[in-house]
């Protein structure tokens, strides 16, 4: 190798590491994300209810239902919540605000029951 390659290839070698340097100079690692949340979501499948752990106040809750009729999720007690949702269909209604446990019903088939935790 002739001392005029040697130099040239040192000389590409070291803008390579100044760059790489450059490049990487400032940059902080991205703080770890907290894992995504999944939606509230009520689901209705074979005539039942499947309701989350819990929801916050005031969240928005997306009820989705699997079966071939309409079904609707109604509070027990009070006008907390009412919503109609048609076969295959998807419908949202927002939790109350007052933390609690709000037992539900669907007005079409009365052996339908669930229960909405809001805390």
């Known amino acids: 190798m002739t001392p005029r390659i040697f130099a040239l290839s040192a000389a590409v070698a070291i803008a390579a590491v100044l760059l790489v340097a450059a490049c990487s100079a400032g940059t902080k690692a991205a703080p770890p994300s907290a894992p995504p949340t999944a939606g509230s979501t009520i689901s209705i499948s074979d005539m039942k209810f499947t ?7 005031g ?3 997306t009820v989705t239902n699997s079966d071939g009729v309409e079904h609707t999720v109604t509070a027990d007690a009070g006008n907390a919540f009412n919503v109609e949702v048609d076969e295959k269909g998807t419908a949202t209604f927002t939790a ?4 609690g446990t709000y037992a539900y019903h669907c007005n079409y088939h009365p052996t339908m029951h669930g229960q909405l935790v809001v805390q």
């Open 51 to 57: 309701s989350p752990a819990a929801v916050t106040p």
């Open 59 to 61: 969240a928005k809750i």
């Open 96 to 99: 109350p605000n007052q933390p």
